[in-house]
């Protein structure tokens, strides 16, 4: 196969592909494969988003030339203060007016640009020996191509045992914003319900009553809304732009494609009323599990017909019809998910600079940094100290 850079280890070799360097090989498809974010996602989120990423893939090779492994990894200039409140911003935000580009840096993230990541090892028993390569490559080809820093992004917790190792080379683990999971050990909705708390229950029926009062909302499962993404896009970009956290945007061409290319996985549930679509959110169903990925909001009623938690009613429902077991969602808006006796999914960020000498200052300061440090809800679920 063709490659741009190689840097050698102890191990063996990594070589730097690009994405079309790699619609023939077979260790690409199955590097990801047991993964609810498969080879298809990554290439539709490189395809299809427009963020300022430059995304290659490392190609792990042992001495003796079999792929072990491929990495996605991508190249962003990241703002390190995102999401920093209080003192500490306006702090921050006065060094900036005289240094604009202060704690903005060239970062080499490892992962994937739309969501959480995952190691690209072919068969999980390598994810150890991948950990090792990436701890051995990952900062000279950062340095090669001007990244400052090094992060792998919003990996799950499973993976501390393989990446671990990382902490005793310069890696500092902080915890990003985490997931939230409901284990879905329920007949139906009803069964669920009356485990909640009496406060709780009595906020839901009053929120549903109203709701109920207003014409029907009726609502539909697809696998693929090429036809509606015109209408669902705005109502996605409602919900984003009111987020305090941006990382990447998603676009009308991401839609279309895990529609067309992922029918299997990709499931977009679809609320109308009088016909006119006030909500959606996007789906993946993996194994036993169903990934709440993002959701739309018409907000000219969103709010009086209480649609967040209307709509997360019918999901929990469909979810339950389906047999599944577990029902996630993504990070923040944390509050009503406290309520509905969710649980945290801790997702980890191993972080270095690739400068030795600077590292240990910038190690200190990352702790202040933490996206999590300033969000008081998350400490008062029962599962906080995993994070």
């Not at 009726?218 to 696998?223: G, I, K, R, S």
């Not at 529609?259 to 909500?279: E, N, T």
Request: hydrophobic residues 40%; charged residues 25%.
């Amino acid at each position: 196969m063709p490659h741009r850079h190689i840097v050698q280890f102890d191990e063996g070799v990594a070589k730097v592909l690009q994405l079309r360097e790699l619609q023939n090989c077979e260790a690409w498809k199955r590097a990801l494969q047991n993964n609810c974010k498969d080879h298809r996602y990554y290439e539709i989120v490189e395809e299809t988003l427009d963020c300022g990423f430059e995304h290659y893939y490392l190609v792990l090779e042992t001495r003796s030339g079999e792929a072990t492994a491929i990495q996605p990894v991508f190249f962003v200039r990241q703002n390190l203060v995102e999401g920093v409140p209080g003192k500490i911003r306006s702090i921050l935000d006065r060094v900036r007016k005289v240094f604009p580009r202060f704690l903005t840096m060239r970062v080499l993230m490892v992962g994937c640009g739309a969501g959480t990541g995952d190691l690209g090892a072919c068969d999980e028993r390598d994810e150890p020996w991948l950990a090792d390569a990436l701890q051995a490559t990952l900062r000279i080809y950062a340095k090669r191509n001007k990244a400052s820093l090094v992060v792998f992004k919003d990996f799950p917790a499973n993976y501390r045992s393989a990446l671990d190792r990382l902490l005793s080379s310069g890696y500092a683990r902080m915890p990003s914003m985490p997931m939230t999971r409901l284990p879905l050990s329920y007949a139906n909705w009803d069964e669920y319900f009356c485990t909640l708390s009496k406060a709780t229950r009595k906020d839901l029926r009053r929120k549903f009553r109203k709701t109920e009062r207003a014409p029907k909302i009726e609502m539909q499962v697809l696998n693929d809304v090429r036809p509606l993404v015109d209408e669902i896009y705005p109502l996605y970009l409602a919900v984003h732009e009111r987020s305090p956290l941006k990382f990447e945007t998603l676009t009308k061409d991401y839609f279309r494609a895990v529609g067309q290319r992922m029918p299997d996985r990709a499931r977009f549930l679809i609320w109308r009323q009088h016909g006119k679509i006030v909500a959606f959110s996007f789906c993946l169903v993996c194994g036993d599990a169903l990934y709440d990925e993002c959701i739309g909001l018409d907000y000219s009623v969103a709010l009086d017909l209480h649609l967040y938690f209307y709509t997360l009613r019918d999901i929990i429902s469909w979810a339950l019809q389906q047999r599944l077991k577990y029902y996630y969602s993504n990070p923040l808006n944390y509050e009503p998910k406290l309520h509905l006796d969710c649980e945290l999914v801790p997702l980890d960020l191993y972080v270095t600079h690739t400068n030795p000498l600077l590292n240990p200052i910038f190690r200190r300061v990352l702790k202040y940094l933490g996206p999590t440090r300033h969000d008081p809800v998350l400490q008062k679920f029962p599962n906080a100290d995993q994070l």
